[in-house]
């Protein structure tokens, strides 16, 4: 199986409600956000590619126009990264040419930390 990955980026505030009270994560804060989209193929096409990462050029709109420097309370309850990582998984899984490509979308707020959607099999 072959992996292939495109990192974009965005900024964007949110805060976590259902956090106990004192948790600095309840708090209103930013963050510089990560995030890729994996895509995957048992072959190669006729160019050596799983898929050409042009075919990837909307995902940037779809995240600058939907979550860059907005409060993420405004698009999702609850914006963890893990509820990021799923709405933005099944965006792509709607709206890109090569969906049947996409294999994961992993949400980053930090360089040390991740969190990862898949999909349901």
Avoid at 6 to 26: I, N, Q, T, V, Y
Avoid at 80 to 98: D, N
């Amino acid at each position: 199986m072959y992996v292939i990955a495109k990192r974009f980026d965005f900024s964007a505030s949110h805060r976590l409600d259902l956090l106990p009270e004192g948790h600095p994560c309840r708090r209103d804060h930013g963050h510089n956000y990560v995030v890729e989209i994996h895509l995957a193929a048992a072959r190669l096409d006729h160019h050596g590619f799983v898929t050409d990462f042009g075919e990837l050029a909307a995902v940037r709109n779809h995240l600058m126009d939907t979550y860059d420097h907005r409060c993420l309370n405004d698009v999702l309850d609850q914006p963890t990264c893990e509820r990021l990582a799923k709405q933005i998984y099944e965006w792509c899984a709607g709206h890109l040419p090569v969906a049947r490509l996409l294999h994961a979308v992993r949400v980053s707020e930090t360089p040390s930390t991740w969190a990862e959607y898949r999909g349901e099999p």
